[in-house]
């Protein structure tokens, strides 16, 4: 039994339980099967593991892919259902009992728990089952139902060899004969994930160390079949800032509250592409430049822990170099997902116009919103206390004579700069003491981007209407 040999194309996947959200982990991981698999022409397929009828439900699938989209992954082919293969699963374990490498076992629920009660009560350090029906003569088999069960070896180790954790060694008289066919004729999780990875081609399994153990009894399958082994590549769990498992405790754990908090979907695939993989110093990129380097080698063993400061200032670097009209269409996206009221055609504009001004040093969308408040609002402008401060009587004088000198000035900085300095110029005050009432009649605020930027995005109409209203 080796592994497979990966000279045809690479083929990975991402199967997660639809049984809830996708987890922040669950999205790390399908992103490094997806840079794996595309910056090497392969294939990056997806498959729902709804074998747990009970649990997994059509509204967690949707979820599931709807958080995939805004991460940007896509996959190839249709999306394939695990509980559509029932059938052929079944088929799998049948043939294994043809070959002698699984078994008919008739034990039932009761003498495996009285079994295992026994050993525990011997002072056995693990309970593993060992069915009396292993090696009986068919002739002796009765007419009842019966479960399948793989016969494991008994003797020597099983050897994992595995691209991030390294070689694990785990002891064959700790692996039990693994149930592959349950008595009412359904498969297990162990089958299932073996044949659909088989029978869908996959050359890489890029999952959570969280299932190392299941890899020792999953290669008993490919052993039992005479197929060839995936490379097995068993990534460490992310953990919250505190060490411990990731948890609600931690903050955001699904992958749409990242797009509801308003982080870009680039920059949330940057960094989680260096949550627990590195390459030299590298760490702002573009998802390109992350496929044309990214290996299995790069990636750590310790976990990861979730850093909110570095995620917000990738996040930042990537609004500031974002195309502005794509920019939009995720902010967008982002105020839909946080169920905000959507823009009106009025303020898509001015937000497109401004959006140059916006987005310097922007870490979220929420902070590059608060920022644009002066291209969102309507009049009236009703200022905030602080702002308001500012609009004394010798203030509201001043924009009174401003007004007048904007109607016909060509509405560019180069014009409106010299104009707002006489003004200054003219009253004894200096350009920091007019802007404050500029901004307050302007935007509402105190703090605002500059006045120039805020007249060049609202237009002439517009800012002559606000200094008046202040004015009067």
Not at 214 to 240: E, K, S, T
Not at 353 to 377: G, T, W, Y
Request: proline share 6%; aromatic share 6%.
């Amino acid at each position: 039994m080796s592994p497979q040999t990966t000279s045809g194309p690479v083929v990975t996947r991402f199967a997660p339980s639809p049984t809830g959200f996708l987890h922040i982990g669950g999205g790390r991981t399908a992103l490094f099967n997806w840079l794996f698999a595309r910056g090497r022409g392969g294939k990056f397929l997806l498959r729902i593991e709804d074998t747990d009828r009970e649990r997994s439900t059509p509204e967690a699938t949707a979820a599931i892919l709807k958080g995939l989209t805004w991460l940007g992954l896509d996959w190839d082919g249709d999306v394939v259902s695990q509980a559509a293969g029932r059938d052929r699963h079944a088929e799998v374990a049948h043939e294994m009992l043809a070959r002698g490498t699984a078994y008919k076992c008739f034990s039932t629920p009761e003498e495996i728990a009285a079994f295992r009660a026994a050993q525990e009560a011997a002072g056995a350090s693990y309970a593993v089952f060992q069915s009396p029906w292993r090696d009986a003569d068919p002739a002796s088999h009765p007419q009842a139902p019966y479960a399948i069960r793989m016969k494991a070896p008994r003797l020597g180790e099983t050897i994992i060899d595995d691209k991030v954790q390294g070689r694990v060694t785990i002891r064959n008289e700790t692996l039990d004969d693994m149930i592959v066919l349950r008595s009412d004729g359904t498969p297990t999780y162990m089958l299932a994930v073996v044949v659909d990875d088989h029978d869908m081609g996959v050359t890489h399994v890029i999952r959570g160390d969280d299932h190392l153990n299941n890899a020792a009894r999953q290669q008993m399958v490919y052993a039992a079949m005479d197929w060839p082994v995936p490379v097995w590549a068993h990534i460490p769990l992310i953990h919250g800032p505190d060490g411990k498992k990731l948890s609600k405790r931690h903050g955001a754990t699904g992958v749409e509250e990242y797009q509801a908090m308003g982080y870009p979907a680039a920059g949330m695939r940057n960094y989680l592409t260096r949550l627990g993989w590195a390459h030299g110093d590298m760490e702002i990129f573009t998802s390109a430049e992350a496929m044309a380097v990214f290996s299995l080698e790069g990636i750590g063993r310790a976990p990861a822990r979730l850093d909110f400061k570095k995620l917000e200032s990738t996040c930042g670097h990537h609004i500031a170099v974002m195309d502005d009209a794509a920019l939009l269409h995720e902010l967008e996206g982002y105020l839909a997902a946080a169920a905000k009221p959507a823009l009106t055609p009025l303020q898509r504009a001015r937000l497109l116009q401004a959006m140059p001004v916006l987005k310097e040093r922007s870490k979220n969308f929420p902070e590059l919103l608060e920022k644009a408040s002066f291209a969102l609002i309507s009049r009236p402008v009703v200022a905030e206390p602080k702002a308001a401060e500012s609009l004394d009587t010798v203030s509201r004088g001043i924009l009174k004579t401003l007004t007048p000198r904007l109607q016909h000035a060509s509405w560019t900085k180069e014009t409106l700069e010299p104009i707002l300095n006489g003004i200054a110029a003219e009253n004894g005050i200096g350009f920091g003491k007019l802007a404050a009432p500029l901004r307050a009649a302007l935007a509402g605020r105190s703090v605002t981007p500059s006045v120039f930027d805020m007249m060049l995005v609202i237009g002439r109409e517009e800012t002559i209407a606000r200094l008046d209203e202040a004015a009067a």
